[in-house]
């Protein structure tokens, strides 16, 4: 009896919790997959810059705090902005000066090329899990009017493939922040430094579901053949 509601129940959490990061910024500000904070200071001729920013970056989109560059008796303010709302982008060019003064262009190229790769991967993995919550949910309310086994094995096998998808998903995420957060640390000795967002716990959260959920549809298969 509990896998037939406990299933659905877990494939929806594990759901709503890849939709909510899909949604990250710029839609919903507070919640990232990863943030920069800069505070870098740069000699330029016989003045020196100075620049402070913080980026939050989401699926579709980034969004970044006020950012002042300023060189002696001279200033460039942009201010406080978020992309357009987009699957795939590039760094800002105003943030790829900053990252450029610090020496860190080959960053902007990691960012910029892995992203879209990174990025697509969460509404796939999002669509697989909302299609095996909809086999649970047909699975669990046929099984007093039909013995048919079709609706848990199909839960099952999507439920396993969004297992997988979304605990790739997060080994993804995991490496590619470890990246961008070496590189800054190499390249401005701890004037700019990258975090984990909580869209990425939200992530190994999900999978962590998911893998719960398949089980437990895979259980389900089992007592609708032992019923027959």
């Known amino acids: 009896m509990f896998e037939r509601f406990g299933t659905p129940l877990l494939f929806f959490i594990a759901w709503l919790f890849l939709l909510l990061v899909t949604l990250s910024v710029p839609i919903i500000k507070s919640l990232n997959l990863f943030h920069i904070n800069a505070n870098v200071s740069v000699g330029v001729s ?93 699975a669990a309310f046929r099984a007093n009017v039909s013995k048919s086994r079709f609706p ?37 000795d701890g004037a700019a430094t990258a975090n984990y967002g909580a869209a990425v716990w939200l992530v190994l959260v999900a999978a962590l579901l998911l893998w719960v959920a398949s089980v437990l549809a895979c259980c389900g298969v089992f007592r609708t053949r032992r019923a027959r």
């Open 46 to 138: 016989i003045a020196t810059a100075t620049a402070k920013v913080a980026i939050n970056y989401g699926i579709f989109g980034y969004c970044t705090s006020a950012l002042n560059i300023q060189a002696g008796p001279f200033s460039e303010n942009s201010p406080a902005e978020c992309s357009p709302k987009k699957l795939g982008y590039t760094i800002d060019p105003t943030v790829q000066k900053l990252l450029s003064a610090v020496n860190a262009d080959d960053l902007v190229d990691v960012i910029n090329k892995a992203l879209t790769f990174v990025l697509v991967l969460h509404p796939i993995a999002c669509a697989f899990t909302f299609i095996a919550l909809l086999l649970a949910l047909l």
């Open 152 to 188: 848990s094995i199909a839960a099952s096998a999507f439920g396993v493939f969004a297992a997988l998808l979304t605990t790739i998903v997060f080994i993804v995420d995991v490496v590619f922040v470890s990246i961008v957060k070496s590189k800054l640390k190499n390249h401005t």
